[in-house]
C-alpha cells in the first residue's frame, strides 16, 4: 500500500529536485551549511514537489493509460482513487509550503509557489497538451528547485539566483527531449506535441545543440562573476563538451531511441555532478549582486 503512495509522488522527479535544490544550498553556502536550514529546504520542497506530482498523475490518467511507461500507474489502474490522491496531494503541499514559510524565508517560499503553479497549471493542465512550447513552460518550474535552496541561504534572488534559474531551464530542454526520442512512440500514442513528435526528431537534435551550447553559457557565468574557482569551470567545460559530442553523434545514429537513452542518462549525470561539485568549487566571500 506505501509502494503505490510512494510511487504516486514519482520518485525520480523528486531525487532529482533533490539534487538540484541541494546544488542551489551549496552554492550560497560558500562551505558554511547550516545542517538543519539545509534539512528543512531540503524537506519542504521534496514535499512541495511530491505534491505537485501526485496532482499531476490526477491530470494525466487519461494520457498515462496510452503510454506504455505509465499505464500501470495506481490512478490508472483505479488502486488509488481520484479523491485520495488529491487529499495526499493537499497534505504533502500544506506540509511542505509550511516549512518552507515559517523555517526558511519568504524567497524560498515564493520560488516553491512560482514552481508548483507553474507545473501543475501552466504544465500539466495547459501546453503540455496543446502546444511543442510546453517544454519551455515546464523548464520554469524544473528551475525553480535550486534557486529555492539558494535562495534558503542567501534570502535575497541575486545574480547568481538568475545565472542557476537559467542555466537548471535550459538543462531542461536537451534532457526532456532525450526522453520523449527514447520513449517516441508513448508521446505519439499519448497525442502529446512534444517537439520530436510534432516536429522532427531531426529538428530535436539541432536545437538540442542549441540549448546545451545556451546551458554551458549560463553556468560559466558563475565563474565569470566570481562565485565558482576554476575547478568547476574545468568540470562543467569537459561536461558540457561532451554532452555536446553525444548530440553531435546523434545525427549518425543508427538507433534514435539507444542514442537517446544515453544522451539523457548522461544529462542527469551531468547536471548531478554539477550540483553536487559546488560543495567545493564555491569561493567564498561570494560576491553580492542583489537584483531584488
Not at 539545509?38 to 494525466?60: K, P, Q, R, Y
Not at 529538428?203 to 557565468?221: D, P, Q, V
Not at 555532478?273 to 542583489?290: E, H, K, R, W
Amino acid at each position: 500500500m506505501l509502494k503505490k503512495y510512494l510511487f504516486l509522488t514519482k520518485p525520480g522527479i523528486l531525487f532529482g529536485n533533490f539534487v538540484t535544490t541541494l546544488g542551489g544550498y551549496l552554492l550560497a553556502a560558500q562551505g558554511s551549511v547550516d545542517f538543519l536550514l539545509l534539512f528543512l529546504t531540503l524537506l519542504g520542497t521534496t514535499l512541495v514537489v511530491a505534491s505537485g506530482c501526485v496532482v499531476n498523475n490526477v491530470i494525466d490518467q487519461d494520457i498515462d493509460q496510452k503510454m506504455q511507461r505509465t499505464q500501470n500507474r495506481a490512478l490508472v489502474k483505479k488502486t488509488v482513487s481520484t479523491p485520495i490522491a488529491l487529499a495526499y496531494a493537499l497534505v504533502l503541499g500544506v506540509i511542505g509550503f509550511s516549512i518552507l514559510w515559517f523555517a526558511v524565508n519568504a524567497y524560498a517560499f515564493l520560488f516553491a509557489v512560482i514552481g508548483f503553479v507553474v507545473y501543475v497549471i501552466f504544465y500539466s493542465l495547459w501546453t503540455k497538451r496543446t502546444t511543442i512550447h510546453q517544454t519551455v513552460i515546464g523548464s520554469i518550474s524544473g528551475a525553480s528547485p535550486p534557486v529555492i535552496g539558494y535562495a534558503a541561504v542567501a534570502n535575497q534572488f541575486d545574480l547568481a539566483a538568475l545565472l542557476i534559474f537559467l542555466g537548471y531551464a535550459l538543462w531542461q530542454m536537451p534532457h526532456s527531449w532525450g526522453i520523449a526520442i527514447y520513449r517516441f512512440d508513448d508521446y505519439k500514442n499519448a497525442g502529446i506535441p512534444i517537439l520530436p513528435v510534432a516536429r522532427s526528431v531531426f529538428r530535436t537534435k539541432i536545437e538540442s545543440l542549441i540549448y546545451i551550447i545556451l546551458f554551458a553559457i549560463a553556468m560559466n557565468g558563475l565563474f565569470i562573476y566570481g562565485y565558482t574557482n576554476w575547478l568547476y569551470l574545468i568540470i562543467l567545460n569537459v561536461l558540457c563538451a561532451y554532452w555536446l559530442y553525444l548530440g553531435v553523434i546523434g545525427f549518425k545514429a543508427e538507433n534514435d531511441q539507444l542514442w537517446a537513452k544515453r544522451f539523457f542518462l548522461f544529462s542527469v549525470l551531468l547536471i548531478t555532478v554539477i550540483s553536487l561539485s559546488f560543495s567545493f568549487t564555491t569561493i567564498s566571500p561570494a560576491p553580492q549582486i542583489p537584483l531584488f
